[in-house]
């Protein structure tokens, strides 16, 4: 592997890290858009305009980024591809009541990157490339097992009233999300693009 850490809120940076990567292996088939960040469960400024800056730059610019940095790699190498952007549940679904620069960011950016993968399923399949996104409950994360997200769901009952699934269980695993990922950018996966899917137990079907 060549691992790079990179902000992908800079394009220049996600393309340095993009085009080193090529250079080592010499292709690129799979894409995986994967950075988020949740401003609204954390303080100092959780209802100020940069948390809505934060959430959408990172969010929702970073995926862009991502798409621009590699989707010309992905239809020089004439091969077809695979692209997978994580979006969330709450990227189908908006679950909570609270309104912050941070969940109003959060929220945006998770519908927004959907609209992306709809919009480039459409325009890469010419090339082969599928496109799709991922769309998870919580997750036996960092991102919400800290010690910051569960003091805001204590502080926001509408929305952990909001945010029960379905089956019983309240975090899927990170492996439950890997594996969806990997059906997504395997050939298993070969004829599905466009499509929303979800890994969360349930969630945006019961409220």
Known sequence: MVARRS????????R???EEGVAEFGRLDIVVANAGIMAHSLPPYRNSEQAWKDSIDTTLTGVWNTLQATVPHLIGGGRGGSIV????AAGLRAQTTERSGGADGYF???FGVAGLMKAYAGALAEHNIRV???????????????????????AHPKTAAN????????LVEPRDVSDALLYLASD??????GLEMTVDAGLTTVH
């Open 16 to 18: 340095s890290a993009v």
């Open 188 to 193: 298993t996966g070969r004829y599905v693009t």
């Open 7 to 14: 902000d992908v809120r800079d394009l220049g940076a996600v």
């Open 85 to 88: 952007i994580t979006s969330s």
């Open 132 to 154: 799709n996104s991922l769309h998870p409950t919580g997750v036996n994360t960092p991102m919400v097992v800290n010690d910051f997200f569960p003091a805001w769901i204590d």
């Open 163 to 170: 945010s029960v699934n379905a089956l019983p269980v309240q």
């Open 108 to 110: 945006a950016a998770k």
